[in-house]
């Protein structure tokens, strides 16, 4: 693997590097990892036909370690192999049937590596795990763990998620309180103004952790390092956030405004 480095859009290298790391992938979390980055790729199957068991055992295999932030990355990895598979043709029974056999063993793991990630302290997990109650949640059976997730809606659990400290997640929430406040057409109080903005801030404002200091440089070892996803500033959803609040602070200006006009004053009166 390391002459060739990670898995990308050359298909033939991504499933023998996925076959390559078989071996070692029941010892080594990062190999494991990277054989689901590896077979993420539908055209991998033409050589690997056991690309969907090949998939799950690699996610059994980090579900091992406690990780979350491990157990986040491998339980995205299955549900956009879930996501991204062939949809059935519409009334077509045996193609509905091929369909469920694909994608209800990866939805399964990967409601559990979400699960797991959550409990690990990976606040990112709630995005995806309402992902997953929406498009699979009426697939995956009674089982306990299968309750626990319908018993949420997917922007129920986005709120879980801002709640734990997920950055995207507090910055879309606070979108959809501004949104409310103006559009819904009724009144608010201050205390509710003053909290919608708070919550904005909490986005706009909010610093990055310090990462740990290394003794090594990241590029040396780029091409063993597995690609987890880190807590890094959430750009877009910042920005958004912040021409919402921006939105917002006009429109309770100018809404002052108008209730100390004469003719406002006026109509009130009447």
Same mark, same amino acid.
């Given at each position: ?8 859009? #050359? ?88 369909? /469920? ?92 103004? /003053? ?64 209730? #100390?006009?004469?003719? /406002? ?6």
């Amino acid at each position: 693997m390391i002459p060739n480095g990670r898995c990308g859009l #050359n298909v033939s290298q991504a499933a023998a590097t996925a076959a390559g790391l078989a071996p070692i992938a029941e010892s080594d979390p990062a190999a494991a990892s990277h054989i689901q980055d590896c077979l993420y790729f539908e055209a991998t199957s033409r050589t690997l036909p056991d690309r969907d068991q090949r998939s799950i055992m690699a996610a059994t295999q980090v579900q091992q370690t406690g990780d979350g932030t491990v157990l986040l990355h491998s339980g995205w990895a299955l549900l956009d192999r879930a996501r991204t598979a062939q949809r059935p043709v519409f009334g077509n029974a045996d193609d509905e049937r091929r369909y /469920d056999g694909v994608v209800v063993p990866l939805a399964r793991k990967a409601m559990e590596l979400l699960f797991a990630a959550a409990d690990a302290g990976a606040p990112g997990a709630y995005e995806p795990l309402g992902i997953l109650a929406m498009q699979f949640g009426d697939k995956l059976g009674d089982d306990p763990l299968a309750v626990r997730l319908r018993e949420r809606s997917n922007w129920e659990w986005l709120e879980v998620g801002a709640e734990k400290g997920d950055w995207a997640a507090q910055c879309r929430v606070a979108q959809a309180r501004i949104t409310r406040l103006r559009f819904d057409g009724k009144p608010y109080t201050r205390q509710a103004f /003053d909290s919608t903005v708070a919550s904005a801030r909490d986005c706009i404002d909010r610093h990055e952790q310090q990462q740990e200091p290394r003794w090594y440089r990241e590029l040396e070892w780029l091409v063993v390092t597995p690609r987890l996803p880190r807590q890094a500033r959430p750009m877009l959803d910042i920005a958004s956030t912040e021409a919402a609040l921006n939105g917002l602070l006009f429109f309770d200006a100018d809404r002052k405004l108008s209730e #100390n006009t004469p003719s /406002d004053a006026a109509r009130r009166k009447q």
